[in-house]
């Protein structure tokens, strides 16, 4: 119903910039938010950053490093990574909640991508 592809990851050296980027497809009417979280081997998944109509939020871990911003019109969030380092890797997923054209709300995860920062 609805398909969520992401893209970006890779290998980079600590203190490089990655940009991950997650399009939504499907049956949508609106979307309402969109963000990202991460998970690293033994360690559960944890938040990253959020982005609503209103104002976007990160965790404190990423404040100040990391920039998520949407375009609408083509139902895609992105995430600009910089400053990397190498705690920041993890599978990177992308979350969002989409109201779809039979409208209920939809909670969707994204396949993940990997990044990897080297030391």
């Known amino acids: 119903q609805v398909q969520l592809v992401e893209s970006g990851g890779g290998l980079v050296q600590a203190g490089g910039s990655l940009r991950l980027s997650c399009a939504a497809s499907?049956?949508?009417?609106?979307?309402?938010?969109m963000g990202w979280y991460r998970q690293a081997p033994g360690k559960q998944r944890e938040f990253v950053a959020v982005i609503t109509s209103v104002a976007a939020n990160y965790a404190d871990s990423v404040k100040g490093r990391f920039t998520i911003s949407r375009d609408n019109a083509k139902n895609t969030v992105y995430l600009q990574m910089n400053s990397l380092k190498p705690e920041d890797t993890a599978v990177y997923y992308c979350k969002v909640v989409v109201q779809t054209t039979n409208f209920r709300y939809l909670e969707v995860w994204g396949q993940g991508t990997l990044v990897n920062v080297s030391s």
């Open positions: 499907g049956s949508i009417f609106g979307i309402n938010t």
